[in-house]
């Protein structure tokens, strides 16, 4: 089945120490987003990726950065976590801005 | 700038009943859509039902529909025959329908937790 894939679900990490969140899609979809959603809070759009095109959300720490290396695959890196950071991270495609996005099952991130 | 609305935090429905949840928004744009996505515990988002702003006819999907009013900028989901399965966070949410960048986002509300007793 196309499906929206995140790697891993659960994440665990010390405060200050890089993570990579990893993303990968089988439906061939030009968009890709990140979001980070706290607890009973509605998703927050971090950035997204329309093709190699980067869209970085004005109010997004430069502490978290986006890779997008080919069409399938998409990277949250968050450079030093912070408490505050601790979340769940949803990954999104859409075929195109305009059109309904899925998304993956997310990775909860706890920052010790 | 658009908003959406969701002024019930939490409702509760008992197993076979109708809930209403509610849903309103704020845009001055004239295409757009509008959704209901639910979010079960620690499990993924997906989408309920969508409805084009240009059409006048609510949208269904099954069990669930929508109650579309645009002058009154208000989107509500209606479910009928509740199920245990259908316990979840829900969000509406909005999203332009002009391409064009950031305005695609999706704006979502501030979610509703649907309990459904047995």
């Known amino acids: 089945d196309a499906m929206v894939i995140q790697n891993p679900r659960y994440q665990v990490t010390q405060f200050g120490k890089p993570v990579t969140l990893s993303c990968s899609q089988t439906?061939?979809?030009?968009?890709m987003y990140w979001y980070q959603q706290k607890s009973s809070q509605a998703p927050k759009l971090l950035f997204h990726y329309y093709d190699k095109d980067f869209n970085n959300e004005a109010d997004t720490p430069d502490n978290f950065q986006s890779r997008r290396p080919n069409t399938s695959f998409c990277f949250l890196d968050i450079r030093s976590p912070g408490l505050g950071d601790a979340a769940m991270y949803l990954c999104?495609?859409?075929?195109?801005?305009?059109?309904?996005?899925?998304f993956g099952p997310g990775t909860r991130l706890t920052v010790t | 700038a658009q908003t959406v609305t969701q002024s019930q935090p939490e409702m509760s429905v008992q197993e076979a009943e109708t809930v209403t949840l509610s849903c309103t928004y704020d845009?001055?744009?004239?295409?757009?859509?509008l959704f209901w996505y639910k979010q079960p515990p620690s499990r993924q988002m997906i989408l309920v039902i969508r409805?084009?702003?240009?059409?006048?006819q609510n949208a269904t999907e099954n069990r669930f529909s929508v109650n579309f009013q645009k002058a009154a900028k208000s989107f509500s989901l209606k479910i009928s025959d509740s199920q245990l399965g259908d316990a979840a966070m829900y969000f509406c949410?909005?999203?332009?329908?002009?391409?064009?960048?950031?305005?695609?986002?999706?704006?979502f509300g501030t979610g509703t937790l649907l309990a459904v007793q047995p």
């Open positions: 439906l061939n979809h030009n968009v």
């Open positions: 409805q084009e702003a240009y059409k006048q």
């Open positions: 845009t001055s744009e004239s295409d757009y859509y």
């Open positions: 999104a495609t859409s075929r195109d801005p305009t059109y309904e996005q899925y």
């Open positions: 949410a909005y999203r332009s329908a002009v391409y064009g960048g950031a305005t695609n986002k999706l704006i």
